[in-house]
């Protein structure tokens, strides 16, 4: 969309989200297979699956609002991303 920002999948950097703010799916673009989970900001794991390379549409539209935490299986690799 206008004014987001393309994220350079790398090593270190191994999955991007968009958008960071959504009322019913994330598009995640992952560059290995992997396992993401989603938690809620008081870190209890709410949702989770295995991404393939490429770019997958996650429908998250069962979540209430609020602020979520995605993170890689590697767990270092992580992004906040808030359900309106």
Request: aromatic letters at 8%; a positive charge; one cysteine or more.
């Amino acid at each position: 969309g206008i004014g987001e920002k393309k994220e350079e999948l790398s090593e270190t950097n191994t999955f991007s989200v968009l958008p960071r703010v959504f009322r019913n799916s994330l598009i995640i673009t992952t560059n290995r297979c992997q396992w993401i989970n989603l938690f809620d900001i008081s870190g209890r794991r709410v949702m989770g699956r295995n991404l393939m390379p490429g770019r997958t549409v996650w429908n998250l539209s069962p979540l209430p609002a609020g602020v979520y935490l995605v993170r890689a299986s590697g767990g270092e690799d992580r992004r906040l991303v808030k359900v309106k």
